[in-house]
């Protein structure tokens, strides 16, 4: 293992080359595959589930930095940014709800008490699930119950397989995978904890833990396919994504050489969030714009695989013209204009 710096944390240009990597990884989650090969597209696929749970260790990580730094953990600002994010997104969203579907179904789905956890479009999930992990870790924090953190976040992963992947048990309840996956943060939050108190992976345990992690993703899709006729292009979280996260991250953390690039960190670092946060308009945008202009291109397997680097540089392209000609409007976006309270 490699120790981490208990009071300071220097920027790690690998982090945030991994953070783009990350964002490709979901806007590929994100396009849909219909005339490329099954088994390639599946792999697309599983080999894409990581970028999540890559998300939140890293913010584990570097909120742990910070407390540590602070010698107290608040995340009273984060919490009021994530807030601020989800409901000014929700707003970006409306009319695209109303254009794919009409006005009463974007009340419904408001009007719903699921509203909180999924928001207008299914990847808004990822602010509310972060919230609710901040909180629940400050929570166990501040009244000194951490020993319920290793407790709920094997509950959380338990629950979460068991109610997608793993869906093959007669509980006499229904679960929902939606719902299960929203408390994820809290696992992964943890081990961003864990990576910083006492040390994340090294490079070649990095390496092994990605191996076995993308080997079972493979062997859990082939066998949950073979026995139950699960589709393993639908698989959202397998056990072998854990390994295969935290290998990621390991290797992210170990700042590899070759992605010390200050472009590179520059983007991930800027605009990772930006680009998960506004890929789904682009995709519907984009996919408008080709049948409009060139209809023939969208049933193309070339294009549909090459169009989440499309969308990544679509989305960079935009955010880092809007970061440099409006950085207040940029700011407003991300809720950067939300400051701490002096002292913090």
């Known amino acids: 293992m490699t120790k981490a710096e208990s009071n300071a944390t220097p920027r790690n240009q690998s982090v945030d080359a991994f953070r783009l990597l990350a964002a490709l990884c979901v806007i590929i989650l994100h396009v849909e595959y219909p005339d490329v090969p099954r088994e390639i597209a599946v792999g697309l696929r599983l080999m894409s589930r990581w970028a999540i749970p890559f998300f939140f260790i890293v913010s584990g990580y570097y909120l742990a930095a910070k407390s540590a730094r602070t010698k107290r953990l608040d995340v009273l600002p984060t919490v009021e940014r994530l807030i601020w994010m989800f409901l000014l997104w929700v707003l970006i969203y409306a009319p695209f709800v109303v254009v794919q579907h009409n006005l009463t179904t974007l009340l419904k789905i408001i009007a719903a008490p699921a509203f909180i956890y999924y928001g207008l479009f299914s990847h808004l999930w990822f602010l509310p699930s972060l919230l609710f992990g901040y909180l629940f870790i400050s929570f166990c924090r501040h009244y000194n119950l951490k020993s319920m953190l290793p407790i709920m ?126 890929h789904p308009a682009l995709i519907f945008i984009v996919a408008k714009l080709v049948a409009l202009f060139a209809p023939k291109l969208g049933a193309v397997a070339v294009w549909q695989v090459l169009l989440p680097g499309v969308v990544l540089f679509l989305a960079t392209f935009l955010l880092n013209l809007l970061r440099r000609y409006w950085a207040a409007g940029f700011d407003f976006l991300f809720g950067a204009h939300i400051k701490p309270q002096s002292g913090d």
Not at 153 to 169: D, E, H, K, M, Q
Not at 201 to 211: C, Q
Request: net charge neutral; hydrophobic share 50%; no cysteine.
């Open 153 to 278: 976040s094997s509950v959380s992963v338990g629950v979460a397989l068991i109610s997608g992947a793993y869906n093959i048990f007669e509980l006499g309840f229904p679960l929902d995978f939606d719902l299960a996956r929203n408390w994820l943060s809290i696992p992964f939050l943890y081990i961003g904890f864990l990576f910083f108190q006492n040390g994340f992976p090294n490079r070649l345990i990095s390496v092994l833990l990605i191996v076995v992690g993308v080997g079972a993703q493979v062997f859990e899709a082939r066998f949950l396919y073979g026995a139950y006729k699960f589709s393993a292009y639908e698989h959202q979280f397998l056990i072998g994504t854990l390994p295969f996260a935290l290998g990621m991250a390991g290797l992210a953390f170990n700042d590899v050489k070759f992605l010390q690039h200050a472009r590179l960190s520059e983007w991930g670092k800027n605009y990772s969030l930006g680009v998960y946060l506004i």
